[in-house]
């Protein structure tokens, strides 16, 4: 455990639009991160063309968006900022394709640190290498700037040839809306070996598998797979929401102190120092490079065992119950009426 808070967060203030005057920004991608970057970009007055493959079926909504669409190598051609938007995993072979394209002083943009950190890009030392990575999913990105609030970001520099690499990023990091709520500097490598760890020990793989072990606890000893699902998964997003709002401390003042003292005391029964050291294995993996590697193979191969886990956490029974529960009670659908009357 550490008592200092040394990293340095930055403003608007801090930013200089100036970096990106005169430039292009290609982004490369109009997923999740790329159309939220694209149309934040161009509404605070920045060139924008965006790179897309001549099929993609992307290429109608960012042209619907009123945005410029080009190959991705004629978008990097003309562009002196490469926003590197597309899937972790198609990454090398589509910098395969623009590299020939980069010229010195050109930037390389990432959201995320692993193609860089891992080697799986090895950008030749004459450009810049920066990542701006916005801390949420990119229909929030574009949301938020519209709302005129702001989107907290993680800012990095690999590679400055420039000089000006971080001004550059900065300025990419403001037009995206990211200084307004504040942008923290780190590392590509501490912003990708604590991504990787995050979803894996905790937010995707260690919640998910709490929730199926609790589940099936109460279940093989004879509770209804209906109160099992409503205690340990639907009841998880009202404590989550509680820690959000006001840290672990909120979330225990808003619980009975049955459940605070139960909590306090069980908790770390289930969570014990066996739990703690496979945390540590986790993050070993990470560090030493081991669980890129056999992603990486694994992508390789057509992702086999992928498919099958997959396939194995669809065909879980709490997937079933939850299906069920969830058409009984009318809350979720309401949220994705209002989700999809958002997206028009
Ligand atoms: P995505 O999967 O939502 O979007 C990918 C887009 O890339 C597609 O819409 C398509 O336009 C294009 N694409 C797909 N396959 C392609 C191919 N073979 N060749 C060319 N283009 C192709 O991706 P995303 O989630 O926005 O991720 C982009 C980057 O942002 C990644 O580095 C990711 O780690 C990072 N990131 C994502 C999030 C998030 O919440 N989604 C948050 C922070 C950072
Ligand atoms: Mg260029
Ligand atoms: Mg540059
Ligand atoms: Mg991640
Ligand atoms: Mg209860």
Redesign the pocket.
């Known amino acids: 455990m550490t008592d200092q808070y040394d990293a340095t967060i930055y403003y608007d203030d801090d930013a200089d639009d100036s970096y990106l005057n005169d430039k292009t920004v290609a982004v ?8 939220a970057h694209a149309q934040n970009l161009a509404d605070s007055g920045v060139d924008v063309v965006v790179g ?2 001549e099929g ?3 290429r109608k909504a960012a042209e619907a968006d009123g945005l410029r669409v080009a190959t ?1 190598t004629e978008a990097a051609s003309e562009a002196q900022v490469v926003s ?5 995993t ?2 090398p ?2 910098y395969a394709d623009i590299e020939s394209e980069l010229e010195p002083g050109d930037t390389l943009q ?3 640190g ?1 193609n860089i950190h891992y080697g799986q890009i090895e950008p030749s030392e004459d450009v810049d290498v920066t990542m701006i ?6 229909h929030l990105v574009r949301r938020n700037y519209q709302a005129e609030e702001g989107t907290p970001g993680l800012l990095a520099v690999y590679q400055d040839a420039s000089g000006e690499a971080k001004e550059e990023a900065l300025a990419y990091g403001k037009a995206i809306g990211c200084t307004r709520a504040g942008v923290v500097e780190t590392s590509f490598q501490e912003e990708t070996e604590t991504d990787l760890f995050g979803e894996q020990a905790v937010l995707c793989g260690g919640v998910t598998e709490l929730i199926k072990a609790g589940y099936e606890t109460l279940v093989d000893a004879g509770y209804s797979p209906e109160m099992a699902y409503f205690e340990c998964l639907n009841e998880m997003k009202l404590i989550v929401d509680l820690m959000y709002e006001g840290g672990l401390g909120e979330m225990w003042d808003s619980v009975s102190d049955t459940a605070e003292y139960g909590g306090l005391t069980r908790g770390e029964v289930v969570v014990d120092d066996h739990a703690r050291e496979k945390m540590e294995q986790v993050l070993e993996e990470v560090q030493n490079g081991e669980f890129a590697q056999q992603w990486i193979v694994e992508n390789q191969a057509g992702r086999p065992s992928y498919r099958q886990k997959r396939k194995a956490e669809k065909n879980h029974e709490i997937e079933e119950v939850g299906d069920r529960l969830r058409e009984l009670f009318a809350w979720s659908e309401t949220e994705d009426e209002e989700s999809e009357s958002e997206e028009k």
Do not use: C, N
């Not at 109009?30 to 159309?35: E, K, L, P, R, V």
């Open positions: 490369l991608g109009y997923g999740s991160q790329g159309h897309l493959r993609s079926s992307s991705p590197v938007l597309v899937p972790d198609v990454q072979a589509v990432f959201a995320h692993f990575a916005p801390k949420s999913p990119g």
